[in-house]
């Protein structure tokens, strides 16, 4: 194992809440309230400081993006400080990048003045926690999919409520939101053109287990230590003996993750709440299981199926499996089903060949008449990138996939987890905003 400074071993040593280099610039950062760029009056367009929270394969994609970025369109982004609770994976990042720093504690790279922006690729479970201190700490952020785990439903809420109390852009990673198809949609639903939303149907469907078995493991022989955070990685999961399977392939169990619905369904689900514009559903129902996956590390479904009942009276449902690719509709992203938006005048849909929206009309004498409308542009997670720092320079909030619209996306998703589990109808109060 390659040396660690004596700073970052001293940082993982100390307990979360005593480390003496963090605690004290983190929390006066909490207290300061408008982000520190903004308060200094650092101009953006002059340079943009990135830090990395999480180093895996999707950190990976993400700083290929920003080197892209940087590279051909000569945007003034400087990488400031790389952080991973696996020391090995944070040391290669910081070579890769060239970055000034590389730590194992998340709240030091919140602590950093140079990072305006973080980039968080961690687990699931981790990424609602870390995203309400990025923000807190006056950070922009661009946080990975799905936004929180799915036994996270008041973090959830929490992180909405602070990114909307926040002077601070945030962009969740559902790229499909790139996809000017469905801005387009959303539009022509506002004005008319369907009547009143009735029903919304999506899918993902796929095969093979390669996004929870196929993770990589980058050192079978890997233990706990002063170049690994344990305790770190599992956060307020269930506390397990250490496994290079857990760490390294994390996917594979509930305590981390959810399977299709939490792993899958934010890039398809996400731009059908979005186009129809509702909130909460009243109901969700769910029903799934390990339908061809079956072996012994693996505890989360690779076959999910919901339905939502919503109070607008708009019902969603979201089908779909890891056991088998064929799709009958066109694709609109790898297995990913193009959407269905019915209403009473008529259904929203996109063409064989991926180039127009299909509105097509009920069948009624006088209904409207058929219309194919061109879709401006296509999914590009380059671009999402480019949304999330254009909304950063200019003072906007207004991203293309924000914490409301992931919060009533996870909301579904976390309800259609536990119907799943429990055997049960899920139900939600909007008055308390919660889950019953």
């Not at 006066?28 to 308060?39: I, K, T």
């Not at 993400?62 to 994976?89: G, S, Y």
Request: hydrophobic share 40%; net charge positive; proline share 6%.
């Amino acid at each position: 194992m390659n040396s660690i400074p004596t700073t970052t071993r001293r940082s993982f040593l100390k307990s979360a809440g005593t480390t003496a280099a963090v605690a004290p610039a983190l929390a006066a950062m909490l207290r300061a309230g408008p982000a520190p760029a903004v308060a200094a009056g650092r101009d953006l367009n002059s340079r943009l400081g990135v830090g990395f929270i999480g180093t895996g394969s999707r950190a990976g994609a993400h700083m290929r993006m920003l080197e892209q970025l940087r590279d051909q369109e000569k945007m003034p982004i400087e990488f400031a400080t790389v952080c991973d609770v696996n020391w090995p994976r944070v040391e290669k990042a910081r070579a890769r990048l060239k970055a000034a720093r590389a730590v194992m504690d998340y709240r030091e790279v919140l602590a950093d003045p140079g990072v305006d922006l973080v980039c968080i690729a961690t687990p699931d479970h981790l990424h609602g926690q870390q995203s309400i201190d990025a923000l807190q700490a006056g950070k922009h952020v661009y946080c990975e999919k799905p936004v929180t785990h799915w036994r996270q439903f008041e973090l959830t809420k929490k992180l909405a409520d602070v990114a909307a109390m926040s002077p601070c852009a945030f962009q969740c990673g559902t790229q499909a939101m790139s996809d000017g198809a469905w801005h387009q949609m959303r539009q022509l639903v506002q004005d008319g053109l369907i009547g009143k939303p009735l029903f919304g149907e999506t899918g993902f469907f796929r095969i093979g287990d390669w996004g929870e078995r196929g993770m990589r493991i980058d050192d079978p022989n890997l233990k706990p230590g002063p170049g690994l955070d344990w305790k770190a990685f599992q956060g307020d999961a269930p506390k397990r003996e250490f496994s290079v399977d857990r760490l390294f392939r994390w996917r594979l169990f509930e305590d981390y993750a959810g399977g299709p619905v939490t792993d899958l369904y934010p890039h398809c689900l996400t731009q059908v709440i979005y186009i129809l514009g509702v909130g909460f559903p009243d109901k969700v129902a769910a029903l799934g299981g390990i339908h061809r996956y079956d072996y012994e590390l693996r505890d989360v479904p690779d076959t999910f199926n919901l339905i939502a009942q919503y109070p607008e009276k708009v019902t969603i449902s979201v089908l779909g499996t890891q056991a088998n690719d064929f799709n009958a509709t066109p694709l609109r992203g790898a297995g990913q089903r193009c959407p269905v938006i019915r209403g009473w005048e008529g259904s929203l849909t996109i063409d064989a060949n991926n180039k127009d929206i299909l509105f097509t009309p009920i069948r009624e004498k006088g209904a409207k008449p058929p219309q194919r409308i061109p879709i401006e542009h296509g999914e590009n997670n380059l671009e999402l990138w480019k949304n999330l720092i254009t909304c950063a320079r200019e003072g906007r909030k207004d991203t293309w996939s924000t914490a409301d619209l992931a919060f009533r996306t996870q909301t579904v998703l976390q309800m259609a987890m536990h119907s799943h589990r429990r055997g049960i109808t899920a139900k939600f109060d909007a008055k308390r905003r919660q889950i019953v």
